[in-house]
């Protein structure tokens, strides 16, 4: 299976954080490539892979950034596909600074936004499974055999 989600960071930094989000699409049997792009050092690569990330085979985005938080929104603007933020706590204002900056999107250019850090890093995983559920038989077994796991806890 070709990879079906883009990581995005904006950062070498955002890794580590973003590793459970790698670890539970890897659980979930769903293939992803990581990309680290940033809107602000880099917006043109930013804008060029956000236009062709469709065509590429991709069918979510998920993008991951702390203080302006920027990247999410920017991938939104130049894709259709579904695209999921994360906030990263990477300044003194502990990620909500980031947080505001995906929930904030305006009206058109939406970004579902999950939690700072860690916790919204898997939670993008699982979100990103329940999109491709709808079109991906096997990753809607694979989302309905992790919930039976996480029920089990």
Not at 4 to 13: H, N, R, Y
Not at 119 to 125: H, L, P, V
Request: with cysteine.
């Amino acid at each position: 299976m070709s990879a079906l989600v883009a990581v995005v960071i904006g950062s070498k930094s955002d890794a580590g954080t973003m590793a459970g989000c790698g670890a539970t699409l890897e659980q979930l049997g769903i293939a992803f490539e990581q990309h680290v792009l940033s809107a602000h050092r880099t917006p043109d690569r930013v804008a060029e892979f956000a236009r062709g990330a469709a065509a590429a085979g991709y069918e979510v985005i998920i993008a991951a950034a702390g203080g302006a938080a920027a990247l999410p929104g920017v991938c939104a603007a130049y894709s259709a596909l579904p695209v999921i933020g994360v906030p990263i706590d990477s300044s003194p204002l502990k990620g909500l600074d980031a947080l505001y900056s995906i929930v904030q999107m305006p009206p058109g250019v939406p970004v579902a936004a999950m939690a700072v850090g860690e916790w919204g890093a898997r939670n993008a995983a699982v979100f990103a499974a329940e999109i491709l559920a709808l079109k991906h038989p096997a990753v809607a077994k694979a989302l309905a055999r992790y919930r039976e796991q996480q029920a089990n806890r």
